[in-house]
Every structure is written in C-alpha cells, then in structure tokens.
C-alpha cells in the first residue's frame, strides 16, 4: 500500500516536471524570439550601392584567385611532368 502512494507520488511529480519544462521551453523561446527582435532593430543593413560594390569586388577576387590557382596548378604539373620524365618512371 505505501508502495503504490510513493508510486502514485513519483509519477505525479514527473508530470509536474513535464510541464514545467514544457512551460519553460514555450517561456524560453518567447524571451529568444522577443531578443531576436530587439537585436534586429539594431542592424544597421546595407543600401543597394553598398551591397552591388561588395558583390563587385567579391566577384573580381573569386576570378583572380581562380586564374592565379589554374596557373599555379599548371606549373607544378608541368615541373612534376619534367621531373618523372627526368627518372624515367
């Protein structure tokens, strides 16, 4: 008989436990959801002149760095090419 009540106390409070995480979670994402919407009124976002320069720049960087790394990859085949043709292998 002491059993079942400690039994029927134990499930009672892990439905208590439940709920309060469950109350906490939906408390928790309002407070995140509420500084989420502060923080965004403090971003400063770019105009559209601001966003097609660095786009620009961005662009220009991607193709050089793609030219030097074709050219750089060429030369070490080509020095690699001459170097096991060197030994004969």
């Given amino acids: 008989m002491a059993t079942q009540a400690v039994n029927k106390a134990n499930e009672e409070s892990k439905g208590n436990e439940l709920a309060r995480k469950v109350t906490g979670s939906i408390e928790g994402t309002r407070e995140f959801l509420h500084d989420v919407r502060v923080e965004m009124k403090q971003v400063t976002?770019?105009?559209?002149?601001?966003?097609v320069s660095t786009t620009g720049v961005v662009i220009a960087t991607v193709a050089f760095f793609g030219v030097f790394l074709t050219i750089v990859e060429r030369l070490a085949q080509w020095g690699l090419d001459r170097l096991l043709n060197y030994f004969h292998v």
Avoid at 45 to 51: A, G, K
């Fill in 45 to 51: 976002w770019p105009n559209r002149d601001d966003v």
